[in-house]
């Protein structure tokens, strides 16, 4: 593990939690949730934690994706301008990631994890029942348009809770059941995380090494996660899951401003 910098014990941690996080992510959404946080505690610079986070992100929602889509949960060809606008975000919102100095995102991402965290606690979800496409129009292109850019920027620029918003936020503007929006969720946020991905790739943000290791791991995990949702739902796991969010978020913000 020289070459990681790490010690043999905290890789091995990092890629427990991603094991629990591709679960968690594929039931939920919000796997990043922790692994961001133990990225940069285990002493990754913020930029290199989140080029890491999206290079193993990025195998647990493309495995959940092609789940979601072997069950006939998620129709592409319906989706495609939340693909194309959600990718435009991607790359924009890592562009912009990039010319924040380390010193700020070290104060900023814990602030952006604690706020997310607070929101999935308060989040309700909605019991819509539909499992019908809404009608193909303007106002739905617009809808996807701008649903996909704004979470695709912010996936860009910090990444943790994209999967919430993304289900939250279907449920809610196209009156879709929680596993046709988590179907929708996975397959974009596969799409700005592959697109954020390329763009630190560019930049030279990624712990190889590190970053396959850990995608194994969430890829193992968001397939279990996957086959879980689609049996049992999420709720029974965000009690939990926050807490332990809450509690790693606030010794990161203990480190960033206190210290």
């Given at each position: 593990?020289?070459?990681?910098?790490?010690?043999?014990?905290?890789?091995?941690?990092?890629?427990?939690?991603?094991?629990?996080?591709?679960?968690?992510?594929?039931?939920?959404?919000?796997?990043?949730?922790?692994?961001?946080?133990?990225?940069?505690?285990?002493?990754?610079?913020?930029?290199?934690?989140?080029?890491?986070?999206?290079?193993?992100?990025?195998?647990?929602?493309?495995?959940?994706?092609?789940?979601?889509?072997?069950?006939?949960?998620?129709?592409?060809?319906?989706?495609?301008?939340?693909?194309?606008?959600?990718?435009?975000?991607?790359?924009?919102?890592?562009?912009?990631?990039?010319?924040?100095s380390t010193a700020w995102l070290d104060k900023l991402l814990p602030v952006v994890i604690i706020f997310t965290a607070i929101y999935s606690i308060f989040s309700k979800t909605q019991e819509h029942t539909g499992e019908t496409l809404p009608d193909d129009n303007p106002a739905l292109h617009k809808k996807q348009g701008t649903q996909?850019?704004?979470?695709?920027?912010?996936?860009?620029?910090?990444?943790?809770?994209?999967?919430?918003?993304?289900?939250?936020?279907?449920?809610?503007?196209?009156?879709?059941?929680?596993?046709?929006?988590?179907?929708?969720?996975?397959?974009?946020?596969?799409?700005?995380?592959?697109?954020?991905?390329?763009?630190?790739?560019?930049?030279?943000?990624?712990?190889?090494?590190?970053?396959?290791?850990?995608?194994?791991?969430?890829?193992?995990?968001?397939?279990?996660?996957?086959?879980?949702?689609?049996?049992?739902?999420?709720?029974?796991?965000?009690?939990?899951?926050?807490?332990?969010?809450?509690?790693?978020?606030?010794?990161?913000?203990?480190?960033?401003?206190?210290?």
């Amino acid at each position: 593990m020289l070459e990681l910098g790490l010690e043999p014990s905290v890789f091995i941690i990092l890629c427990s939690v991603a094991l629990v996080a591709g679960f968690i992510d594929a039931i939920a959404g919000g796997g990043g949730l922790l692994t961001v946080p133990a990225l940069l505690s285990a002493g990754l610079p913020p930029h290199l934690a989140l080029g890491t986070n999206k290079l193993a992100a990025s195998f647990g929602s493309c495995a959940a994706a092609i789940t979601f889509y072997k069950k006939r949960l998620f129709n592409p060809k319906f989706w495609w301008r939340s693909f194309l606008f959600t990718a435009i975000g991607a790359i924009c919102g890592t562009l912009v990631v990039n010319v924040i100095s380390t010193a700020w995102l070290d104060k900023l991402l814990p602030v952006v994890i604690i706020f997310t965290a607070i929101y999935s606690i308060f989040s309700k979800t909605q019991e819509h029942t539909g499992e019908t496409l809404p009608d193909d129009n303007p106002a739905l292109h617009k809808k996807q348009g701008t649903q996909g850019y704004i979470i695709g920027f912010y996936d860009g620029v910090a990444g943790p809770g994209t999967g919430a918003f993304w289900t939250v936020s279907t449920m809610a503007l196209y009156k879709l059941n929680i596993l046709f929006a988590s179907g929708v969720a996975k397959a974009m946020n596969f799409t700005s995380n592959f697109t954020s991905l390329l763009t630190f790739i560019y930049l030279g943000h990624i712990n190889w090494y590190l970053g396959l290791s850990m995608g194994l791991c969430i890829m193992i995990g968001a397939i279990v996660g996957a086959h879980t949702a689609i049996h049992f739902g999420a709720k029974f796991i965000r009690p939990l899951f926050i807490t332990v969010v809450i509690i790693i978020a606030c010794k990161l913000a203990y480190q960033a401003w206190l210290q």
